[in-house]
């Protein structure tokens, strides 16, 4: 079964709001990252948290990880309409440096100018 | 610094039919890894290339198959195709390191339809 879980599925918003993405994972990790895609393209990496850390930064994304939850969240500030895109979060295990990395089915974002 | 290339980009066939897909990893990477990802869904991985081997490998049948060559670059074979198989099929490289995180970068991806 997949490791990751994104919440919501689709969310659509304002420019200039917020937007939370959750992301939940079963088993213990060594590494969270989310990514964005656009429009079925490439991934892009937008931020790697690893497990012991419980809060990273980067620009207006803001990362959280409670590995006692198993669960992370992104929020990215002051929403524009290119943020549109698709969020994945992915998880790589504790077996081995290179353990396969495992993604979640995804939350889409909306921005609405 | 070329990033991670992959070709075609796009690709059609029908049923039955085999395919090989194409990639070039990131100037000075050793690693590549495939994944197959359904419309709507997130990637799911298919295997990854480490000097010249198979090193992970995820759920999919024997029909997917892989290589890789002396200048790390690798191809994505599938054989027998079924209408499942449509999916964008995406490459990440990375550069080995033991012990430590081995960040991904990943190519455009090649669209692959079966009829």
């Known amino acids: 079964s997949q490791q990751g879980e994104e919440d919501p599925q689709a969310l659509s918003i304002q420019e200039g709001e917020n937007a939370t993405m959750n992301c939940s994972y079963k088993?213990?990790?060594?590494?969270l990252q989310w990514y964005r895609q656009n429009s079925g393209r490439g991934l892009v990496h937008l931020i790697l948290?690893?497990?012991?850390?419980r809060e990273k930064h980067s620009g207006r994304l803001r990362v959280t990880l409670d590995t006692s939850k198993k669960s992370s969240s992104l929020l990215i500030t002051a929403s524009r309409a290119a943020d549109t895109a698709s969020y994945f979060c992915?998880?790589?295990?504790?077996?081995?440096?290179?353990?396969?990395?495992?993604f979640g089915p995804g939350t889409s974002l909306s921005v609405i100018p | 610094d070329a990033g991670v290339t992959q070709s075609p980009t796009h690709l059609i066939k029908t049923r039955g039919q085999q395919v090989t897909l194409r990639c070039s990893p990131k100037?000075?990477?050793?690693?590549v890894s495939w994944y197959q990802q359904a419309l709507g869904q997130g990637p799911q991985f298919i295997f990854q290339?480490?000097?010249?081997?198979?090193?992970q490998r995820g759920n999919f049948p024997d029909r997917f198959s892989g290589h890789q060559f002396p200048n790390y670059s690798s191809e994505l074979n599938v054989n027998a195709l079924l209408l499942g198989d449509s999916a964008l099929y995406l490459c990440?490289?990375?550069?080995?390191?033991?012990?430590?995180?081995?960040?991904?970068?990943f190519g455009p991806g090649t669209r692959l339809t079966v009829l």
């Open positions: 990440a490289s990375s550069l080995y390191s033991a012990g430590s995180y081995n960040e991904q970068f």
């Open positions: 088993t213990s990790i060594n590494n």
């Open positions: 948290i690893r497990s012991n850390e």
């Open positions: 992915a998880t790589d295990g504790k077996k081995t440096s290179y353990d396969k990395v495992i």
């Open positions: 100037s000075g990477h050793d690693t």
């Open positions: 290339y480490y000097e010249e081997e198979e090193r």
